[in-house]
Structure formats: C-alpha cells, structure tokens
C-alpha cells in the first residue's frame, strides 16, 4: 500500500490514460509505479473513469496527495510583463490583465497565474484559464474513480516542468494524438504557448504543419535554439521535424534526475509519454505548487472534510501535554489552575474595556448608505459617491445612470492601467455594487503623456439601490396630491 507521502499523477489524454505514482527520494523523484490504459475513439466519460479505476486497482494506491491535468487544447495561456506595483496591488494588476487577454468573461472560467521575475527585473506572468464546465468534467471522471484531486494544471505546464533549464531558447513539442502542444521557453520562463490540431505524429505531413506552425517563432530575433520533443513521435517525424525547423532535437527531460525510471518503458511507449504524469506528480510532491486551479468550492469542502480529522489530532496532542500535569502532586497542579483562572479573568477584563476598532471602510458604507436612503436621494447623489471612492489619479469625463436597469457606466481616463485596476476594485468594494466590470481601456497619448482611457460598468443590488424606493416614494406623494 502506497503511503501519505506519495504522488499521483494522472494524464488525461485524447488517447490514453498515464499514470505515473513518485515520491520524493532526497534530490530525485523516484517512481513507484506507471501504467498506461489506451483510450477507443470516441471515448466516454464513463469509459475513461472505468478504465482509471482498472489502473487504480493496479496500482493499489492508498494516501497520496493527486493532481490530474488538463488538457492544454482546453487551456487559455497567456503571457505579460506586468508593470511596477506594490504587492497588494499585484493581483489587481494581473486579473486585469487576465480580462484583457482571454477573449471569455472571468467569470465563466477557473483561472490562476504563477510569477517569475523577467531579466529586466518586473514581473513575468503566466495566466491560465479554462471553462469550469471543462474542469468540472474533469472532476466528475475523477469522482467517479473514487478520487479528489489536490492540484489541477494544464498538461502542458506540467511536462515543462521536468525540462532541464537552459541558458537558451527552447521549443517545446508535446505530441498527442489530436493536439500537439508547442511551448517557447527561456531558462524557466514560458514565453508562449499554443495548441495546435495537427494529428498523430505517425501520419503523414505532422511534422510539416507543426514546423509551419512554428514559422514566426523561427524567424524571429529571439528564434529558439533546441527542439525538444515529448510524446510518442517516431524516429521519422522527430528527424522531419527537426530538418524542417534547422534545430537539433532532444526526448531527454532530464530523466537522470528520476529513479526507477525503467518502470516507465511500458510496451509501445517511450519515457517522455509520461513527462505529463511526472510533472504532475513532482508538482503535487511540492508544498506550495506554482499554479493550481482546483475550483474553490473543491478546495472548500476538502478543508471541512479535514478539519474534524485536525481537531482530533490537536486534542491527541493536549492530551499529551496534560499527561505531565495529571501526575503532578495535588497542591502543585491546583496552583497552576489558579494561576491559570487569574490570567483568564485579566484577559476577559482587558476585552471588555478595550475599545473596538472601527473599520474605516464600513463607515464610508455606513455614510453612503444614509445618504442615498434620504427621500431627496438622486441619481446624481449616487454617481457622486461612486465617484469619490476612485483614486486620485482617475479623472471621470461622464457619468450614466439607469434607473430601470440598476446599471451605472462611468468614463473617464487615469495615469496606468494599474490605476484602473485600482479603481475597479474600489468600485466593487461599495456596498451598492453587486459587481464592477471592465468594458474597455485604451492607452493613449494626451498632453505629451501616456494616458489610460477607460469604461466602467457597475451593476448595482437589485435590493439595495435606493433611488429606486425613493422614486417610489415620490410618485405615492405626487399621485396624493393630484387626488386631494
């Protein structure tokens, strides 16, 4: 039986299951077990869970932490070079990039980023997002194996992961049977990623259209040194492939750091079939992973379903600690629990006169809300206090209120994208606003400086808009009056 301390990798592919379970052996990864299940076309959801858990059984896995991997023809990868910002400013900074970037409203996807530091010195991201109906899917296949995963990465990500970093330009191949994955990396840096339908590396012209693929990469100042392909790709093509593009190739993803790795050569495979599986397994092997986007209503109820197990496991540990005192003498053990009940009494003492910190921001809603309940509450009032929760740096060119739609669209322009970021968020913090969206921003220049113009959309609660009760209230009164 496999232990806690274990790894299980699980590669999702268009045409097989890889499975691959590690744990840590010092510096190295040793593997424990790999296996492969061949997927038929057309496959179902079903089947596919059937066959996972055939190889499950194999493998007789027990506590183990799990990250399974999505394909990357699925996937949404995008790069940037993020501007200077403070820390708290960075995930504002980079969900606006991500808006800008993936063609999908966030709120459809799971997405997530991982950070690196660019020669320059700012800050490189790389920002994934996938459609949660994807992911779900994916998790419901898992569910039905009888596993929850721990981490969940694109595929491609995870085979990057176990390339050996190089001081050059390397074009990543990872071959499957529909898709192939075409990755640009630089020491540890993505630089670009993309999918492309190109068919089994086996057929005729593959080795053609990924080589045309790659053509503006190629031609490039920054053009890659080093192709390195994984997958099961044949002699023929890899060779093809490798004249086409004018770069020496390689299949070796730094196997030598990985023991037992004889367990990988199942029949009909090569090792770097399971660079996926590996990477996955290594990434989930990590305390922290660089990028996980595991849903967090999954991450949610795994910490419930962990918390009664922690409880009993610290009232272990008191139970423990207390052995001492139970055996001390009666008198000793009755001054420490004296000693303890006068420590208490001062601690509830200083709580009731210690004065409560009032909180800054629910004042300002306090304040706002009595404002806007006022029956001389106007539109012009609510855009008004919008407004003074945005940074300095936003000028606002126009203001539009839709009573009947409890919408509010503000224009305007700021000094960076960073201060439109900021502003969102300060949009989204009043309580009014049910959400604050993004419709467009536009760098420009205005008066011989870089200027960001903007258009914010901010849907209000359709409880809590005042104007519309004090509309209300105002036509009762005019229709009273017209009776009387």
Partial sequence: MIGAHTALGIDLGDDAIRLVVARSAGATIEIIHAARSVLAEGHTPSEVAEQLTGLLAQARVGRARVACGLPGSDCAVKIAVLPPAKPAELAQVV???????????????????????????????????????????????????????DLVQPASLAVASTIPAQPVRQLLVIAGAKWTDLCLYHDERLLASRSVLAGRPEDAGWAARIARETRPWLAGDDRPETLVLCGNIPLH?????????????????????????????????????????????????????????????????????????????????????????????????????????????????????RPQAVNPGMVTAGQVLDALDSPQSQPLELLREMSVALPAEVILSDCFYDRTKAVAVLKGRADSHATVARALSALADIALVERAMLDQATTMQRDGKAACVFQITCTLTASGDPTLSAGRQRNARNAGARAQ
Avoid: C
Avoid at 98 to 125: C, F, K, M, N, S
């Fill in 237 to 353: 093509a890899a060779e093809e492939l490798a004249e086409s593009t004018a770069l020496p190739h390689t299949d070796d993803l730094g196997w030598h750091a990985v023991s037992g790795q004889e367990k990988l050569l199942v029949q009909g495979d090569v090792p770097s079939a399971y660079a996926a599986a590996l990477g996955l397994a290594a990434a989930a092997l990590e305390r922290r992973p660089a990028l996980n986007l595991l849903p967090a209503q999954v991450t949610a109820a795994r910490t419930q379903r962990r918390s009664p197990a922690r409880t009993v496991a610290v009232l272990g540990l008191l139970a423990l600690l207390l052995i001492p005192a139970v055996q001390m003498s009666g008198q000793a053990l009755r001054k420490q629990q004296t000693a303890l009940q006068d420590i208490t009494r001062q601690v509830q003492e200083t709580r009731r006169t």
């Fill in 95 to 149: 969900r606006f990039e991500a808006e800008t970037q993936i063609p999908l409203p966030l709120g459809e996807l799971v997405w997530g980023y991982t950070l690196a530091a660019a020669p320059d010195g700012r800050r490189h991201a790389v920002i994934v997002g996938v459609r949660q109906s994807t992911v779900d899917a994916r998790l419901a296949v898992l569910q039905e194996s009888g596993l929850t995963p």
